[in-house]
């Protein structure tokens, strides 16, 4: 049962790390010209010339996004089972069920998010991209 959660969760954060936006053209005369499938090897290419720049597409990543939703629900729930068992009188206790119950949410909820839309890039990468795009002919209306 626990090999299947494992597994569950990884497929999870991987298809995540697929799923990433790109750059949407518009159909310009210079994009007619040249075609769709030229168009996205010219997308290839400005997206490896701003990684190799140091622009990295996603800031922080989204297992870093999961890592920091689960270290912070460990916090709050552990600061509201501080909370609930100084009420109840056993505060240790009370501290140690609400940090694991925190946690757990935490990663539930990174993971979730993680999984339902694409992350949008960091604006540093976007922005060298449109610049490649812009300096080649092509027209970016948005990315999505």
């Keep these: 049962m626990r090999r299947v959660a494992i597994v569950g969760v990884s497929m999870v954060v991987m298809l995540a790390g697929c799923s990433g936006a790109r750059p949407v053209l518009y159909p310009n005369a210079y994009m007619q010209s040249v075609g769709k499938e030229v168009a996205e090897q010219d997308i290839e290419a400005c997206k490896q010339l ?13 297992v870093g996004r999961v890592a920091t939703g689960t270290a912070v629900g460990a916090g709050v729930g552990a600061a509201s089972g501080a909370v609930g068992g100084a009420i ?3 505060v240790g206790r009370g501290s140690m069920i609400g940090a694991a119950s925190g946690a757990v949410w935490g990663l539930l909820t990174g993971l979730f998010s993680a999984a339902v839309g694409p992350s949008q890039p960091n604006h540093a990468y976007t922005n060298f991209v449109n610049r490649c795009l812009q300096e080649k002919g092509y027209e970016v209306t948005g990315w999505q």
């Design 50 to 62: 701003a990684e190799s720049a140091g622009a990295d597409e996603r800031s922080g990543g989204t």
């Design 88 to 90: 109840s009188g056993a």
